[in-house]
């Protein structure tokens, strides 16, 4: 079984800092993409960072140049780093990751997500 679990979340003023971090556990061989999601209310799940095992990563307009995507892959960790935000930037911020529980099919990988962590940025 794995894990994803999300920590860091919170009450920020506008133009502030805020820096999440996601842990996956249980029993995992491998992880690929890891990246970060978001939700606000009313609206659709969208992609706010991700970042390939290699370290390539890629970024929604909306957030280039404030957050930065970031990950350990000896420790299984992916983290965002958030600056300059806005109130717009609020919402729920899921953690995502492919990973391959089976060596046997080394290959084969499943998404996983997160419970997701509140971001509240007030102006």
């Known amino acids: 079984q794995v894990q994803l679990v999300e920590s860091g979340g919170g009450l920020v003023q506008a133009g502030g800092s805020l820096r999440l971090s996601c842990a996956a556990s249980?029993?995992?061989?491998?992880?690929?993409?890891m990246g970060w999601y978001r939700q606000a209310p009313g609206e659709q799940r969208e992609l706010v960072a991700a970042i390939t095992r290699g370290g390539i990563t890629n970024y929604a307009d909306s957030v280039k140049g404030r957050f930065t995507i970031s990950r350990d892959n000896a420790k299984n960790t992916v983290s965002l780093q958030m600056n300059s935000l806005k109130p717009e930037d609020t919402a729920v911020y899921y953690c995502?990751?492919?990973?391959?529980?089976?060596?046997?099919?080394?290959?084969?990988?499943?998404?996983?997500w997160g419970q997701g962590t509140q971001v509240t940025v007030s102006s």
């Open positions: 995502d990751a492919d990973i391959s529980t089976n060596p046997q099919s080394p290959g084969s990988y499943d998404a996983y």
């Open positions: 249980g029993s995992i061989f491998s992880i690929s993409r």
